[in-house]
């Protein structure tokens, strides 16, 4: 089952810059692998990553078969003030998985 | 009769030799279509179109020697002040040789604070990487990095 580690600082001050680090168990079969009967492996892979600050898109990554199995992405953002952040992953065959963390800021 | 015996297991193993040679020139001659530096050029073309790419300000962290292509850490930054009128709208990373040339496309806004994406990458190969960043004012910088691969990845079999 797939499942989101996230990193967020939980306090922040106003107008620090700060690490966003996200984690996503996923195969990411590329779609150009062979069993040795010969067959393709079908693509299955995370095409999308968003990530909103109070509902406002803060980070979007469109990503391909060249991203490691497990995307591991980090980015940087201005805590400018306390809430959450949502994260959504979109991929092949209706893969979505939400996950969300709450910072404090002063 | 003695020293024929010698010399036709000289041919036999300078045969067995090439054999093997040869033999292994299929096997890297299977591998699906590759991106070329034509199909670079062009994913690159759709990101920019027709826009000049110039090179500077963008700095592309990969390892030059790889162990394991399965997971490459990779960080892109780019050195901007990151305000409301000057901020790297986005970040597109490209690569020579693997299936194909894109990585990721990153979308960033003026509130990222530092231009500055990591993530980990598959590479199929030795191969040339480039990293392109739009800026809020239309320009485009990019940064290129020649890895070396000792383990290649996306297209190994499935045991």
């Known amino acids: 089952m797939a499942s989101a580690l996230i990193n967020v600082p939980a306090k922040a001050k106003r107008g620090e810059i700060i690490e966003i680090k996200t984690l996503m168990s996923h195969i990411m079969e590329t779609g150009y692998r062979h069993t040795t009967a010969g067959e393709v492996v079908p693509r299955n892979i995370i095409t999308s990553l968003t990530c909103r600050y109070n509902g406002v898109e803060i980070f979007r990554a469109d990503l391909f078969p060249a991203i490691a199995a497990n995307p591991f992405i980090t980015f940087f953002t201005v805590a400018t003030e306390s809430g959450k952040f949502d994260f959504e992953w979109i991929g092949d065959r209706g893969f979505t998985e939400t996950a969300s963390a709450s910072i404090s800021v002063e | ?159």
């Open chain 2, 1 to 159: 009769m003695r020293k024929q015996d010698k010399s036709t297991r000289r041919q036999f193993l300078g045969l067995a030799g090439s054999a093997a040679v040869f033999g292994a020139v299929p096997i890297v001659t299977l591998r699906p279509s590759e991106a070329t530096p034509a199909t670079l050029a062009a994913a690159i073309k759709n990101v920019v179109g027709a826009a000049e790419v110039r090179t500077g300000k963008v700095k592309l962290d990969v390892p030059p020697l790889v162990e394991n292509g399965n997971t490459v850490p990779m960080t892109v930054s780019v050195s901007n002040p990151m305000t409301s009128d000057d901020y790297v709208r986005s970040i597109h990373v490209f690569n020579e040789k693997n299936p194909q040339p894109n990585i990721g496309n990153f979308y960033l806004g003026p509130h990222a604070g530092r231009a500055q994406i990591s993530t980990r990458i598959r590479l199929a190969d030795s191969q040339k990487i480039v990293a392109i960043a739009r800026l809020s004012d239309g320009s485009f910088w990019s940064a290129s990095v020649d890895v070396v691969v000792t383990l290649a990845a996306c297209t190994e079999e499935v045991i």
